[in-house]
């Protein structure tokens, strides 16, 4: 087995060339950290609001937060407003982001309406605007654009603006293989992901629907792409980046986690959000990510039913243990959240 090239974004060298998806809700600051040392090459913040950030709201600049031992790191911005696109991203370079990326894909509803995220795909000249903008801004960085492949099937506007973005200096495009419309259904087509490789010269990430190993090495290899980025397969599932990572190194495949494994890094991050969060707070939003972490564990359903019932940072906990006693259930084919953010 031979090893994956690096992906090099202007100077920047990432190996392995395999990036962690932005989740918004998700992949906070914490959560890269932890999930880095499986093998990431790339870690992508949640997006953030330029128009946020530029009011000065202390939740959205908390989420400009970079960990040293994660990097590099690319903070991630949506907007529709060249000018605020631009102070927006001056400022997140000033807190020491590796990259800044531009969203371009998000199709959630509340963002679209907005004019920004998979809207802006259905007007390229006001995203090459934002490109040009943000790039004369940032002065030291690489600036990065991450889209889908159009907003609607009969119009697919991806390479025309990749095109035009990249003569305004945009050193590298991550794309989703989808539309915007299309939410997450259907299945992301990688084959307009190897048209845009060979449509420009700078690096592209491509993104969809990896939920295995082999699947990463066959897009690569099929695509010609500089490097592969993975999201919801993660989920509860940061063994799934080692397996990916190991065959991007060319090294054999990892033995699967055992459940006590599981549960011991479900428990650490469960212990490192209430640290972070509170108690309150923390419980919340580890009831998404326990149930993931459950997934692959006998009685799941019923473990996290108890979970999302349970307020108390020690019920949790105990409830971990209970759950460390289950054997493993059936191995099945990891099912890919559908909800669109
Ligand atoms: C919960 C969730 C939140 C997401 N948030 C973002 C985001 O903030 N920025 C972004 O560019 N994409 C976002 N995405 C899209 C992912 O980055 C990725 O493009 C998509 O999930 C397809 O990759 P996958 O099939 O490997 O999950 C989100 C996806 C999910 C499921």
């Known amino acids: 087995m031979s090893s ?6 202007a ?18 600051a914490l959560f890269r950290r932890l999930f880095k040392p499986f093998g990431l090459g790339l870690t992508v913040s949640e997006f953030v609001s330029a128009q946020s950030i530029i009011r000065g709201h202390q939740r959205t600049l908390e989420m400009v937060d970079v ?7 690319s903070v991630q911005l949506h907007g529709n407003d060249p000018a605020v696109m631009a102070q927006a991203a001056a400022f997140v370079e000033e807190c020491r982001a590796d990259i800044v990326d531009i969203n371009f894909g998000c199709p959630a509803p509340k963002i679209v309406k907005g004019g920004d995220g998979a809207a802006l795909l259905r007007d390229p000249d006001l995203a090459v605007a934002i490109c040009a903008a943000v790039r004369k801004a940032v002065k030291r960085v690489p600036v990065t654009v991450k889209m889908r492949l159009g ?6 506007t991806y390479i025309e603006i990749a095109k035009r973005a990249q003569a305004e200096g945009i050193d590298a495009f991550t794309l989703h293989g989808r539309y915007g419309q299309q939410f997450y259904k259907g299945q ?9 490789k060979e449509a420009v010269s700078v690096p592209v990430i491509g993104n969809g629907d990896v939920k295995s190993a082999s ?16 999201g919801r397969a993660t989920l509860g599932n940061p063994w799934l ?15 699967a986690p055992t459940v006590s494994e599981r549960i011991d890094f479900a428990r650490a991050h469960f212990d490192a959000m209430i640290e972070r969060y509170g108690e309150k707070s923390g419980v919340l939003q580890m009831r998404k990510h326990l149930g993931w972490y459950l997934k692959g564990i006998q009685d799941a359903s019923s473990f996290r039913d108890r979970i999302n019932h349970e307020a108390s940072p020690e019920g949790v906990r105990g409830l971990l243990e209970e759950a460390r006693t289950r054997p493993p259930a059936d191995e099945a084919a990891p099912e890919l959240l559908s909800e669109a953010v």
């Open 215 to 230: 699947d990463a090495l066959a897009r690569l290899s099929e695509t010609g792409v500089d490097a592969i980025m993975v």
């Open 241 to 255: 980046i080692r397996e990916i990572a190991s065959a991007l190194r060319g090294e054999p495949k990892p033995a």
């Open 188 to 196: 992301a087509d990688w084959s307009y992901i190897a048209r845009l």
């Open 4 to 9: 994956a090239r690096p992906l090099v974004i």
């Open 67 to 73: 960990y040293e031992d994660e990097r590099p790191t």
């Open 11 to 28: 100077g920047i060298s990432i190996f392995p060339p395999l990036a962690l998806a932005p989740m918004a809700g998700v992949t906070n």
């Open 151 to 156: 907003w609607s099937s009969d119009n697919y």
